[in-house]
């Protein structure tokens, strides 16, 4: 079974500039995550999508963070314009939706982005 | 409110025992995970506990969980060098819900 994919590995921008991330989550999995990690902490959810709505975007820094599944399968992560605390290694992870023992999280290898 | 502690740093010797600990605060909490991270990659989940539980074992991996005390431990027997990495606690309330995770340990094994 394929894992969580995630494109590009790694970024390097300007503050101000405008970043966009890919994620492919495991085949079927209905639940779509993206976590915000930063270097010394761990994971902090940003938005989670049950197909292709929004569960808990709470944590989504709105005015320049935006995240999209239109399709339930494959979703977007863009920051429009970037600032220097947005560096950070960002995770998606996907799960099987579902109420179950197997309901478990996967994390793709994420996208290391540092804003210059 | 949400918090999850950890120590974070722990070295051991090859073939000694791990224990990494970590402390949570939402008495709510229903399930509870270890993901272990390996430099420049994701998270890889290496076991989880739900919140009826005391103890679970796999294999090297001894979990344990004082629901009394919101404390738990993840013990790694015969620790080996390959094991060296940032390992994670999360909590969450609900399956599929988001996690909540501690600030990391990172366990050295020297040879």
């Known amino acids: 079974e394929a894992g969580v994919a995630q494109s590009p590995r790694y970024k390097i921008i300007e503050k101000r500039q405008s970043v966009a991330f890919w994620c492919n989550p495991i085949?079927?999995?209905?639940?779509l995550y993206w976590y915000q990690q930063i270097l010394g902490q761990g994971p902090k959810l940003l938005i989670q999508?049950?197909?292709?709505?929004?569960?808990?975007d709470s944590q989504l820094p709105k005015d320049r963070f935006s995240a999209e599944r239109l399709k339930g399968v494959d979703s977007t992560l863009k920051i429009q314009p970037a600032k220097l605390e947005d560096s950070a290694v960002y995770l998606c992870?996907?799960?099987?939706?579902?109420?179950?023992?197997?309901?478990?999280?996967?994390f793709g290898a994420g996208t290391r982005l540092s804003v210059l | 409110g949400e918090d999850v502690e950890q120590s974070l740093f722990l070295s051991v010797r090859e073939g000694d025992s791990s224990v990494i600990n970590c402390t949570y605060t939402?008495?709510?909490?229903?399930?509870l995970y270890w993901y272990k991270q390996e430099p420049g990659a994701g998270l890889q989940l290496l076991t989880y506990?739900?919140?009826?539980?005391d103890m679970k074992q796999d294999q090297r991996l001894t979990v344990l969980l004082n629901k009394k005390d919101k404390h738990l431990s993840l013990r790694i027997a015969d620790t080996q060098t390959g094991d060296s990495a940032i390992y994670f606690c999360?909590?969450?309330?609900?399956?599929?819900?988001?996690?909540?995770f501690g600030q990391g340990t990172e366990l050295s094994v020297k040879p």
């Open positions: 992870a996907s799960s099987s939706g579902l109420s179950s023992a197997k309901n478990i999280q996967y």
């Open positions: 085949s079927g999995h209905a639940t």
């Open positions: 999360a909590e969450t309330y609900n399956q599929g819900g988001k996690l909540i």
């Open positions: 999508f049950q197909n292709n709505g929004v569960v808990d």
């Open positions: 939402d008495s709510s909490s229903t399930y």
């Open positions: 506990i739900f919140s009826n539980m």
